[in-house]
């Protein structure tokens, strides 16, 4: 037990506070290049046109596969995922794994809710699929899709031996993080721009976590 308490609490060390700050810094231009895009007229209307497309292909059948891919990223089955995720990984003693996936999640959900306050971004209107309330920037969706399953993938591809398997592990992550943002714009609740800033946001956080990790030859 002395060892993983070592482990943990060196993990919070002056690097990782360092990386924090770095993050918070990253997340602010996240922010602003994704306000600059919707003010700047030709940006604006690239994340008009990109928009109404996705509003151009809805269909019955689509918009259930949608409404399914963007229940991967609510909160009621993100907490359940996490819980049983930590609980498997606790049983295994794979404490670091727990420690990074909480980080992971915990970090990107609470600095989006403080950085809608500050952007304060309206959602698209007129075209909604799902009620959805507050700002739209940054999609908590897309972000908590990057640092979950983003992480469940790193988790896995370390574990996996088989090169075939690390790589299509690696490609059912990418697509599954891509899918949630897609459905997000196609629902009419986010903005294009709001899902790319958001993966700028959330994958600046996961890279910096497996790379604390990887630094410190801390995996179990």
């Known amino acids: 037990m002395k060892e993983i308490y070592s482990k943990i609490i060196d993990f919070f060390d002056k690097k990782f506070f360092v990386a924090t700050f770095v993050y918070l810094v990253i997340a602010i231009f996240a922010g602003w290049l994704a306000s600059e895009f919707r003010e700047n007229d030709i940006f604006a ?9 996705f509003l151009s292909i809805r269909s ?7 409404e399914s891919i963007t229940f991967l990223g ?8 996490i819980v049983i995720v930590l609980f498997l990984l606790t049983l295994r003693k794979k404490h670091i794994y727990s420690i990074a996936l909480a980080l992971a999640t915990a970090g990107v959900f609470i600095t989006s809710l403080l950085f809608k306050d500050i952007f304060s971004r309206p959602r698209p209107q007129g075209h909604q699929l799902v009620v959805e309330s507050g ?25 996996f031996k088989n090169k075939y398997a690390k790589i299509i592990t690696g490609i059912a992550g990418f697509v599954i993080i891509l899918a949630i943002g897609v459905s997000r714009v196609y ?26 990790l990887e630094k410190r030859d801390m995996i179990e």
């Open 60 to 66: 019955d059948v689509l918009t259930v596969i949608m």
């Open 187 to 212: 629902l009419g609740v986010h903005w294009p721009s709001d899902v790319i800033g958001s993966y700028i946001f959330g994958g600046f956080w996961l890279a910096i976590l497996i790379y604390l």
């Open 135 to 159: 700002f739209s920037f940054p999609s908590v969706h897309a972000i908590i899709a990057v640092a979950l399953y983003g992480m469940l993938a790193y988790f896995l591809v370390k574990y």
């Open 45 to 53: 209307q690239v994340d008009w046109l990109s928009a109404q497309y």
């Open 74 to 81: 609510d909160a009621k089955f993100v907490i359940v995922a």
